[in-house]
């Protein structure tokens, strides 16, 4: 058994599931749409810039997350980005049940 093919099999598994394939899909639907288009851009831009700031230690403060929870929710409000949203989750969920069955050999080793 070579790990690198199982890796690529997995992969392929993913790019098959329900999950991606519904985001991709939702992704190319909100795509199709300028004004939902621009406005998930822009909350993508400034998620990454907090979390960019997160990670250099610059906590961000109160009135910056309540902002982004506030965008996230107006955003909720389109169907399409809604939906979006909920795929993302969906495959969220998803790879992080791999993540721990994969990292599941290493625990032996860490303790």
Excluded: W
């Amino acid at each position: 058994m070579n790990i690198h093919d199982k890796a690529h099999e997995l992969a392929r598994a993913v790019k098959e599931s329900p999950e991606y394939k519904d985001m991709l899909r939702l992704r190319s639907e909100i795509d199709a749409e300028p004004e939902a288009k621009r406005m998930l851009s822009e909350f993508r831009e400034k998620n990454m810039e907090l979390q960019q700031r997160m990670m250099a230690g610059d906590m961000p403060g109160q009135e910056d997350m309540e902002r982004m929870e506030k965008l996230f929710q107006v955003l909720n409000l389109n169907p399409s980005i809604g939906r979006l949203f909920e795929a993302e989750r969906r495959l969220s969920v998803v790879m992080e049940d791999v993540q721990k069955i994969i990292t599941e050999p290493f625990e032996a080793v860490f303790r």
